[in-house]
């Protein structure tokens, strides 16, 4: 898959400039901690389970929250496989689900990944749409940090559907093909 190529050549790169740590491939077949099951309160549909169990992720000790790589500013990697972030998903409270805070349950659609969020108010969040291939990069509080993408004109199909107003015309959030994406970061 493309965006499984970009994001590993996107965190070899990190690793090489910024992380003091190894990027790890996922093995054949994807890694068995991420499935249905681990991800079951999340309500996943299985191209957002398969892209998950199939990404690269930083070889760092996930016990270790406060030391998670960052993709970007204030932006943690959100490792799918650790018990840390299983632990997260099954707490009842939505505030602190491994995904952008919405006031839903689950927070995004069931096509949705995300694979960083933000570390406090001033980072971002990134979510992978399985259905349109695109990535949205979000604000927590709502504000575009660069230009709107030509890509924004799309948002306006969200305007009026509630499991998507994360994604909605006024809410800061900026759509990229992944290829853009990488080349912003």
Request: charge should be negative; aromatic fraction near 12%; hydrophobic fraction near 35%.
């Amino acid at each position: 898959d493309s965006f499984v190529r970009l994001l590993t050549d996107y965190y070899k790169f990190c690793s090489r400039t910024f992380w003091d740590v190894t990027v790890q491939r996922a093995p054949a077949g994807g890694w068995p901690s991420i499935n249905h099951g681990t991800l079951a309160r999340l309500q996943k549909n299985g191209q957002a389970v398969e892209l998950l169990c199939q990404l690269p992720y930083p070889d760092f000790d996930a016990s270790q929250v406060a030391f998670t790589p960052l993709i970007m500013d204030q932006t943690r990697v959100v490792d799918w496989r650790s018990e840390y972030i299983h632990a997260l998903i099954r707490n009842d409270r939505l505030e602190t689900k491994p995904e952008p805070f919405t006031n839903r349950d689950p927070s995004l659609t069931p096509s949705c990944a995300c694979i960083a969020t933000s570390a406090g108010r001033n980072g971002y969040f990134v979510v992978v749409d399985n259905e349109d291939g695109y990535i949205y990069l979000g604000d927590p509080n709502g504000e575009y940090d660069e230009p709107e993408s030509e890509l924004n004109a799309t948002l306006g199909r969200f305007n009026h559907d509630p499991g998507n107003k994360w994604r909605d015309s006024i809410s800061g959030v900026n759509v990229y093909r992944p290829a853009d994406f990488f080349a912003l970061c």
